[in-house]
């Protein structure tokens, strides 16, 4: 969609070729993620890449028919590095030699230490003599290929570092994308300015561009967008607002099963702020109604899914004219990650989204923030004038408050949870918790419990309250609240919140544990 140097990264399937992207995104380089196998000579010339990343991988280039770059990358005439499986491909493909571990492997921390060459990828590095980095590698070099020399060594990677500068091939057979090479990150800043990268991949520009190509694809014709009030549909809508104004209509369904006040919030923000044409469509009592006796999770979950799209397609006929569905797809969805296990994964729990809309109702997609990954959109959000505190709120599932209500959802339970979630998150915020945890909430269990205030028996709920550490929401750890903390806050809870008379705290990681409870 926009115009920047582009720097292409060739992904040989490793686990971490994702980072290799954050880290140039971070140095304001706009890089592409591509497997292997759809690479070839015609799409590197239509790609016109500056420089070009093989990443590592799990195959062994010793292995008949195993990955290759494609050989017009030699002559391409651009910078090229190569890490780990990429180093072992480059060194193959340009003359040398691969050879299967034999007792050489490495996984895990490694020391190189330079030869008395010099190479400018290696520029800061070595301050003590020597520098850590993160291996992980089966496979080595054993004899580099005709051209190239040596800058690098570690115990048992002779090669760790080779380069044949005149011809701007760089390889090396550690990871530099991960945290545990600290120089890392100023490895790959040298690659980027010797390939002439400017870092012209900034908010400000992105934002100038993506409106530029929103009006050029949408033209006259109308938008309609569904708003959840999370940061990916928000960001999603403001842009396409200010490229196109009026021509936009975006539609906020309302399941009842948002948090306190949160409907409110969200359609003051957009109307008073935005002016934005907005339809609160609220349609609590349709879905509260549909989920009346329903106690089974994959049930709710397609309930509220199979309604929502009922819902909003109900709301986007009324729309005259409405040509294109705009969506706040993110560019880790979009990557077509390269998978050797091959086979479809086990379904933990269906995802609530609109996917399938489009072709059902025959509308084009605006998706302007594909290219982005989610602290982009962040920095976008900021760049367009949305409230720090509204960018950086925890991620709140499509479902709402139903995955968070085990058994059978009744309004008096949602009040209860509501009211709940609503002291413990102020909890958090009064003692500057916020923003160290991923995701914090309350759930309501379907159970009641005996207890004893002042000189009465109670027979109430008991809450479950969590909150996780994570990165991207795939793994979690428990976030470790100290005793007074759990304390002070059951005690605000109880009194504060009529019906609820026993708090626990869930100690869950995941895995074993998903984040919501459902
Ligand atoms: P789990 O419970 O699967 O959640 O560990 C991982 C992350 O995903 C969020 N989540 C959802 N987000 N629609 C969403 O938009 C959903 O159906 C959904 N289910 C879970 C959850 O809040 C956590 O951040």
Same mark, same amino acid.
């Given at each position: 969609?926009?115009q920047?140097?582009?720097?292409?990264?060739?992904?040989?399937?490793?686990?971490?070729?994702?980072?290799?992207?954050?880290?140039?995104?971070?140095?304001?380089?706009?890089?592409?993620?591509?497997?292997?196998?759809?690479?070839? =000579?015609?799409?590197?010339? @239509?790609?016109?890449?500056?420089?070009?990343?093989?990443?590592?991988?799990?195959?062994?280039?010793?292995?008949?028919?195993?990955?290759?770059?494609?050989?017009?990358? %030699?002559?391409?005439?651009?910078?090229?590095?190569?890490?780990?499986?990429?180093?072992?491909? $480059?060194?193959?493909?340009?003359?040398?030699?691969?050879?299967?571990?034999?007792?050489t492997?490495?996984?895990?921390?490694?020391?190189?230490?330079?030869?008395?060459?010099?190479?400018?990828?290696? =520029?800061?590095?070595?301050?003590?003599?020597?520098?850590?980095? %993160?291996?992980s590698?089966?496979?080595?070099?054993?004899?580099?290929?005709?051209?190239?020399?040596?800058?690098?060594?570690?115990?048992?990677? #002779?090669?760790?570092?080779?380069?044949?500068?005149?011809?701007?091939?760089?390889?090396?057979?550690?990871?530099?994308?991960?945290?545990?090479?600290?120089?890392?990150?100023?490895?790959?800043?040298?690659?980027?300015?010797?390939?002439?990268?400017?870092?012209? %991949?900034? $908010?400000?520009?992105?934002?100038?561009?993506? !409106?530029?190509?929103?009006?050029?694809?949408?033209?006259?014709?109308?938008? /309609?967008?569904?708003?959840?009030?999370?940061?990916? @549909?928000?960001?999603?809508?403001?842009?396409?607002h200010?490229? /196109?104004?009026?021509?936009?209509?975006?539609?906020?369904?309302?399941?009842?099963?948002?948090?306190?006040?949160?409907?409110?919030?969200?359609?003051?923000?957009?109307?008073?702020?935005?002016?934005?044409?907005l339809?609160?469509?609220?349609?609590?009592?349709?879905?509260?109604?549909?989920?009346?006796?329903?106690?089974?999770?994959?049930?709710?979950?397609?309930?509220?899914?199979?309604?929502?799209i009922?819902?909003?397609?109900?709301?986007? &006929?009324? !729309?005259?004219?409405?040509?294109?569905?705009?969506?706040?797809?993110?560019?880790?969805?979009?990557?077509?990650?390269?998978?050797?296990?091959?086979?479809?994964?086990?379904t !933990?729990?269906s995802?609530?989204?609109?996917?399938?809309?489009p072709?059902?109702?025959?509308?084009?997609?605006?998706?302007?923030?594909?290219?982005?990954?989610?602290?982009?959109?962040?920095?976008?959000?900021?760049?367009?004038?949305?409230?720090?505190?509204?960018?950086?709120?925890?991620?709140?599932?499509?479902?709402?408050?139903?995955?968070?209500?085990?058994?059978?959802?009744? *309004?008096?339970?949602?009040?209860?949870?509501?009211?709940?979630?609503?002291?413990y998150?102020?909890?958090?915020?009064?003692?500057?918790?916020?923003d160290?945890i991923w995701?914090?909430?309350?759930? !309501?269990? #379907? $159970?009641?419990?005996?207890? *004893?205030?002042?000189?009465?028996?109670?027979? =109430?709920?008991?809450?479950?309250?969590?909150?996780?550490?994570?990165?991207d929401?795939?793994?979690? =750890?428990?976030?470790p609240?100290?005793?007074?903390?759990?304390?002070?806050?059951?005690?605000?809870?109880? &009194?504060?919140?009529?019906?609820?008379?026993?708090?626990?705290?869930?100690?869950t990681?995941?895995?074993?544990?998903?984040?919501?409870l459902?």
């Amino acid at each position: 969609m926009t115009q920047h140097d582009r720097l292409l990264i060739i992904d040989f399937g490793s686990q971490v070729t994702q980072l290799i992207a954050r880290r140039l995104r971070e140095l304001n380089v706009y890089c592409e993620i591509h497997p292997y196998n759809k690479v070839d =000579d015609a799409f590197l010339k @239509s790609f016109a890449p500056k420089a070009v990343i093989l990443s590592g991988g799990p195959d062994s280039v010793t292995r008949a028919g195993s990955p290759r770059a494609p050989e017009a990358l %030699w002559s391409f005439g651009v910078p090229v590095l190569g890490i780990c499986y990429g180093q072992q491909t $480059m060194m193959q493909q340009l003359g040398g030699l691969v050879e299967n571990g034999h007792g050489t492997a490495e996984f895990g921390r490694a020391f190189v230490t330079p030869t008395t060459d010099k190479l400018s990828i290696l =520029d800061g590095w070595f301050a003590d003599g020597r520098e850590q980095v %993160w291996m992980s590698h089966g496979d080595h070099v054993s004899k580099i290929a005709p051209g190239f020399l040596v800058y690098g060594t570690s115990p048992n990677a #002779p090669f760790a570092v080779t380069a044949d500068p005149a011809r701007h091939f760089y390889a090396v057979q550690f990871h530099p994308e991960v945290h545990h090479t600290p120089k890392g990150a100023k490895l790959y800043e040298n690659f980027v300015k010797l390939a002439g990268f400017t870092g012209d %991949w900034t $908010m400000g520009l992105y934002r100038e561009q993506a !409106i530029a190509a929103i009006r050029a694809q949408v033209g006259d014709k109308k938008v /309609i967008c569904a708003l959840s009030g999370g940061v990916d @549909s928000s960001v999603t809508a403001i842009l396409i607002h200010e490229a /196109i104004g009026d021509q936009l209509t975006c539609v906020f369904v309302d399941h009842g099963l948002l948090r306190l006040g949160e409907a409110e919030q969200v359609v003051a923000m957009f109307r008073d702020n935005y002016n934005l044409n907005l339809i609160h469509a609220d349609e609590s009592e349709l879905f509260l109604g549909k989920l009346d006796g329903v106690s089974d999770p994959e049930t709710k979950r397609k309930i509220i899914g199979g309604l929502f799209i009922d819902v909003f397609q109900k709301y986007a &006929n009324g !729309i005259e004219g409405a040509e294109f569905l705009a969506q706040g797809t993110l560019y880790p969805d979009v990557i077509e990650s390269v998978s050797f296990s091959g086979g479809p994964s086990v379904t !933990i729990k269906s995802h609530h989204n609109v996917g399938g809309l489009p072709e059902k109702m025959g509308l084009k997609l605006v998706e302007p923030l594909r290219e982005l990954f989610k602290d982009e959109v962040r920095a976008l959000g900021r760049e367009l004038g949305l409230p720090a505190s509204f960018i950086g709120r925890h991620p709140f599932p499509g479902p709402g408050l139903a995955i968070r209500c085990p058994g059978e959802i009744t *309004v008096e339970k949602l009040d209860i949870l509501r009211q709940a979630d609503a002291v413990y998150i102020d909890q958090i915020r009064k003692h500057g918790l916020y923003d160290e945890i991923w995701q914090a909430f309350a759930a !309501i269990l #379907p $159970m009641k419990t005996v207890g *004893v205030m002042g000189d009465g028996r109670t027979y =109430d709920y008991a809450l479950a309250l969590r909150a996780v550490t994570s990165v991207d929401g795939m793994t979690a =750890d428990t976030y470790p609240f100290t005793h007074d903390f759990l304390g002070e806050t059951m005690t605000r809870i109880i &009194n504060e919140v009529k019906g609820v008379n026993r708090v626990f705290y869930d100690i869950t990681s995941k895995p074993p544990g998903t984040i919501e409870l459902e």
